[in-house]
């Protein structure tokens, strides 16, 4: 099998898996956004998803001959590794919580701040638990300032949520809507939304018409709803992540000695494959019970609807291969530098802000005060980037 050897290997893998990781979220709020039901876009992800994994497994897992010490993965599918396996197939559970919740996270607190918040939190949890599963071998005189900065970030990130939402109100009641407390509009207002009543066709980024007409397009309808129940999908989701490194993690290298004597460790693709088959696993039973119990009131839909569902399929195929391919890059380089130090990769809000951005229209027409939250934000997320990659040690 491939194994990354160098530090300047390992950063390659967490720069591409950054990039990655960073753009199948903005697809998939693409394809919300554009009325596609979010059960229907998960399920042909997680599809791709497994699907890379097995690529993966299949190619670099095979390269080279194999040893007992290092076997390659199909040697490895028949020994006895059950406790590694169901570590990371757990992992691959809490991911798949994870990401199932930060789809519709991304309705209601936005591309960005979503990202921001889920990643601080997993940097937090999930790189503290790293660092000592991998006995110490990243500096924590780096690292843990890197931890720091992420911290900042998480809490500037809900300040650029509260501001952008209190901007939006602002517009939304400049343009003669009566906004409730929370920034919604009243019912008859949402009723002629819904029949496309005094929206323009093509309304610029970051005014109220285009906030409505959005409403009107998009599968989950944030309207009237507190954003409470985004933060708190959030937040949700940022636990799960933190717990899914360090499980896969445990599956690779048995720092708690629950192989029998003699066993190998799981070896990366392996760990990564049955990491994928739980996480494929969850969101197909997740997602079918999803469409005849929608939940925050999305339609009902059923599996005849999802088969003859063509709108934006191959873009949701597209996600699950660039989200499979950045999974994998982040454990082939935490493997080689420590896992800690992998967690870098969570400055994919990064990534994933320039696409909000770009695409989506993100804090245009938002106020001075969000403007240097968001700049704050961002510049905190780049030092700790760079700081963590700093740490990175070499596992023996």
């Given at each position: 099998?491939?194994?990354?050897?160098?530090?300047?290997?390992?950063?390659?893998c967490?720069?591409?898996?950054?990039?990655?990781?960073?753009t199948?979220?903005?697809?998939?709020?693409?394809?919300e956004?554009?009325?596609?039901?979010?059960?229907?876009?998960?399920?042909?992800?997680?599809?791709?998803?497994?699907?890379?994994?097995?690529?993966?497994?299949?190619?670099?897992?095979?390269?080279?001959?194999?040893?007992?010490?290092?076997?390659?993965f199909?040697?490895?599918?028949?020994?006895?590794?059950?406790?590694?396996?169901?570590?990371?197939?757990?992992?691959?559970?809490?991911?798949?919580?994870?990401?199932?919740?930060?789809?519709?996270?991304?309705?209601?607190?936005?591309?960005?701040?979503?990202?921001?918040?889920?990643?601080?939190?997993?940097?937090?949890?999930?790189?503290?638990?790293?660092?000592?599963?991998?006995?110490?071998?990243?500096?924590?005189q780096?690292?843990?300032?890197?931890?720091?900065?992420?911290?900042?970030?998480?809490?500037?990130?809900?300040?650029?949520?509260?501001?952008?939402?209190a901007?939006?109100?602002?517009?939304?009641?400049?343009?003669?809507?009566?906004a409730t407390?929370?920034?919604?509009?009243?019912?008859?207002?949402?009723?002629?939304l819904?029949?496309?009543?005094?929206?323009?066709?093509?309304?610029?980024?970051?005014?109220?018409?285009?906030?409505?007409?959005?409403?009107?397009?998009?599968?989950?309808?944030?309207?009237?709803?507190?954003?409470i129940?985004?933060?708190?999908?959030?937040?949700?989701?940022?636990?799960?992540?933190s717990l899914?490194?360090?499980?896969?993690?445990?599956?690779?290298?048995?720092?708690?000695?629950?192989?029998?004597?003699?066993?190998?460790?799981?070896?990366?693709?392996?760990?990564?494959?049955?990491?994928?088959?739980?996480?494929?696993?969850?969101?197909?039973?997740?997602?079918?019970?999803?469409?005849?119990?929608?939940?925050?009131?999305?339609?009902?839909?059923?599996f005849?609807?999802?088969?003859?569902?063509?709108?934006?399929?191959?873009?949701?195929?597209?996600?699950?291969?660039?989200?499979?391919?950045?999974?994998?890059?982040?454990?082939?380089?935490?493997?080689?530098?420590?896992?800690?130090?992998?967690?870098?990769?969570?400055?994919?809000?990064?990534?994933?802000?320039?696409w909000?951005?770009?695409?989506?229209?993100?804090?245009?027409?938002?106020?001075?005060?969000?403007?240097?939250?968001?700049?704050?934000?961002?510049?905190?997320?780049?030092?700790?980037?760079?700081?963590?990659?700093?740490?990175?040690?070499?596992?023996?």
């Amino acid at each position: 099998m491939y194994v990354v050897e160098s530090k300047g290997g390992a950063i390659a893998c967490m720069l591409l898996a950054l990039f990655f990781l960073g753009t199948w979220p903005a697809i998939m709020t693409l394809l919300e956004r554009r009325g596609r039901l979010p059960q229907h876009t998960y399920l042909d992800y997680t599809m791709t998803n497994l699907l890379a994994a097995v690529i993966i497994a299949l190619t670099f897992g095979e390269i080279g001959s194999s040893t007992p010490e290092k076997p390659n993965f199909i040697a490895q599918l028949s020994q006895d590794n059950w406790p590694s396996i169901l570590f990371a197939m757990a992992g691959g559970v809490v991911l798949s919580l994870g990401n199932l919740s930060t789809q519709y996270a991304w309705a209601f607190v936005g591309l960005s701040v979503t990202e921001v918040i889920t990643a601080s939190i997993t940097v937090v949890m999930g790189t503290t638990l790293n660092y000592f599963l991998d006995d110490k071998i990243n500096r924590a005189q780096i690292l843990f300032p890197g931890v720091g900065c992420f911290l900042i970030a998480v809490c500037l990130g809900s300040a650029v949520h509260s501001s952008n939402a209190a901007d939006n109100k602002a517009k939304l009641k400049g343009a003669g809507y009566s906004a409730t407390l929370n920034g919604a509009i009243t019912n008859e207002e949402l009723r002629n939304l819904e029949k496309g009543t005094g929206i323009i066709e093509e309304a610029k980024a970051g005014t109220a018409e285009f906030l409505l007409e959005l409403e009107k397009r998009r599968a989950i309808k944030v309207f009237g709803k507190s954003t409470i129940i985004g933060l708190s999908i959030t937040f949700f989701a940022g636990v799960c992540f933190s717990l899914f490194s360090p499980a896969f993690n445990l599956a690779t290298n048995d720092q708690w000695h629950t192989l029998k004597e003699g066993v190998p460790h799981l070896v990366v693709y392996t760990a990564f494959f049955y990491f994928s088959v739980s996480c494929f696993m969850i969101a197909l039973i997740l997602n079918i019970t999803f469409f005849y119990l929608p939940v925050l009131d999305l339609p009902r839909s059923s599996f005849k609807a999802y088969i003859n569902d063509w709108n934006g399929r191959g873009w949701a195929l597209l996600a699950g291969l660039l989200c499979g391919c950045g999974n994998g890059l982040q454990f082939m380089g935490g493997q080689a530098a420590g896992y800690a130090a992998a967690d870098a990769v969570q400055a994919l809000p990064l990534v994933s802000t320039f696409w909000g951005i770009l695409l989506f229209g993100e804090y245009q027409k938002s106020s001075r005060r969000t403007y240097v939250l968001l700049f704050g934000m961002l510049f905190m997320f780049i030092v700790a980037v760079g700081v963590l990659m700093a740490s990175s040690g070499h596992r023996k």
